[in-house]
C-alpha cells in the first residue's frame, strides 16, 4: 500500500506524524510532503520525503493563523497533486491543518484520513476550515465537502484527560498514543549537558514558531535563574545564546533539542503550550508551566490546568517573579506531579502507531 503523509512545514505539525511514518515505512511504500526546509529532518528518521510548496516563513501579527494555512496550502497543492498523480497513493493521510493533502486525495482517489496534531479543532474553528478547505477544493475542480471531510477517520493523539467537553467535529475518531520519533543515531545532546550542577532540571521554550519572543523568553529565564534548578533552553532557530543575556553554570542554550532525549533528564517544563512539547512533557510525566503566545495554545494550556497538571500565565502576566513562584509551586505541591502522571498513564494505555496502521490498511 502507498500512504502520502502531508503536512505543513512547522515541526510541530511534522513531528507527530513522524512515528506512524516510520511504522508505515517498516511496512511498506511511504512519503511525507511538507515543505523544503523540512525535507532533511524527515529524511533523517529514515522515511522519504518530498519537499512541495515554500518555506515556513514567520506569520505577520496581522495575519491570523487561518488565513497562513490556506495560502500556504495554495503553494503546496501546486507541487503535491502533480506529485501525487505520478506516485498513485493508495492513502493520504494530512494532518488536521494541512489543506492540501484532502485536496490530493481527492485529485487521485485515494481514502484520506486525518491526523490530529493535538486537541480536536472546536466548532468555530472547524467552520472557518471548511470554508477554507470548499475554496481550495473548488480551484481543483473536486467534489469533496465539509461533510465528506468530516466523515473521514481522525488519528485522535489527545488522551482523554485533556479533552473538553464540547462538540468533535470529527465522530470518527480512532485513538492514537502520542508519540515524537526517536531521533537518529547520530543525534545526541550536548556533552556540557552532563556539567550542570543541580539535581533538577526544567526545560524552557518557546517552541520553533514563537522562538522571536525574546522579552518573554529572556523573562522567564530570568525567573528560572534564581533557583536552584538547571536550566535547558531551546531558544529555536536562529536565536543565539548571547540574546538571553550572561552566561550561568546552571543554563545551557540550544537552537533545538530531542524531546525524546532530554525530558527524560527533565523535572519540569516551562514553554508556550504548544501541543508538541505539551504532549512530550505530559508523556513524561512532568507538570508544566504554560505561557501561551498564540494559535491553539491559549485552549491547550486551559487544558493542562483543568487535568490539574500545570499552571499557566497569561503574557500580560509574565514576570520573573511569577515564573519563579509558579515553578516553585509545580515543584513543592506534589498535585502536579501526580496529575502529569495520571496523563502520561492514560497516553499509555491508547493504541500505539503499529496497532493503528494495522487498523487503516485493513479497513
Given amino acids: 500500500m502507498r500512504i502520502l503523509f502531508t503536512a505543513c512545514p512547522m515541526y510541530g505539525h511534522v513531528n507527530p506524524l513522524l512515528h ?38 514567520a506569520v505577520p501579527s496581522d495575519v491570523d493563523w487561518l488565513t497562513y494555512f490556506e495560502a500556504s496550502a495554495h503553494q503546496r497543492v501546486a507541487d503535491l497533486v502533480p506529485a501525487a498523480l505520478r506516485w498513485r497513493p493508495d492513502l493520504v493521510i494530512a494532518e488536521e491543518t494541512e489543506l492540501a493533502g484532502p485536496v490530493a486525495a481527492a485529485v487521485t482517489g485515494a481514502r484520506l484520513v486525518v491526523h490530529g496534531l493535538g ?31 468530516r466523515a473521514t477517520t481522525y488519528l485522535e493523539v489527545c488522551p ?85 543575556g550572561s552566561p ?22 516551562v514553554s508556550q503550550g504548544g501541543f508538541g512539547v505539551l504532549l512530550a512533557g505530559l508523556g513524561h510525566g512532568l507538570p508544566q508551566l504554560v505561557i501561551p503566545q498564540g494559535a491553539d495554545q491559549y485552549g491547550n494550556a486551559e487544558a493542562v490546568r483543568r487535568a490539574g497538571a500545570g499552571l499557566v500565565l497569561t503574557p500580560a502576566s509574565v514576570t520573573a517573579a511569577a515564573v519563579a513562584e509558579a515553578v516553585t509551586r509545580l515543584r513543592d505541591e506534589p498535585s502536579f506531579a501526580a496529575a502529569a502522571r495520571a496523563v502520561q498513564a492514560a497516553s499509555d494505555a491508547m493504541p500505539d502507531a503499529d496497532t493503528v496502521l494495522t487498523g487503516l490498511v485493513e479497513a
Fill in 20 to 57: 506512524l511514518a516510520m511504522a508505515a515505512r517498516r511496512a511498506g511504500h511511504v512519503v511525507v510532503a511538507s515543505g523544503p526546509d523540512l525535507v532533511p529532518h524527515v529524511e533523517s528518521h529514515g522515511v522519504p520525503a518530498w519537499a512541495v510548496g515554500a518555506r515556513h516563513r
Fill in 160 to 244: 482523554p484527560a485533556l479533552r473538553p467537553n464540547s462538540q468533535r467535529p470529527w465522530p470518527r475518531a480512532v485513538s492514537l498514543r502520542p508519540a515524537l520519533p526517536q531521533p537518529p543515531g547520530e543525534h545526541h545532546l550536548p556533552k556540557s549537558i552532563d556539567n550542570l550542577p543541580y539535581a533538577d532540571t526544567v526545560h524552557l521554550t518557546l517552541g520553533t514558531v514563537y522562538q522571536g519572543n525574546l522579552t518573554v523568553l529572556r523573562t522567564a529565564l530570568d525567573g528560572l535563574r534564581d533557583l536552584t534548578v538547571n536550566v535547558v533552553v531551546a531558544a529555536g532557530p536562529g536565536v543565539a545564546p548571547a540574546t538571553l
Fill in 119 to 149: 486537541i480536536m479543532p472546536p466548532p468555530l474553528v472547524w467552520d472557518a476550515y471548511a470554508a477554507a478547505l470548499q475554496e481550495l477544493s473548488s480551484t481543483w475542480r473536486t467534489s469533496l465537502s465539509a461533510d465528506a471531510l
Fill in 248 to 269: 550561568a553554570a546552571h543554563v545551557l542554550t540550544e537552537p533545538y533539542l530531542s524531546y525524546p532525549l532530554l525530558l527524560s533528564r527533565c523535572q519540569l517544563v
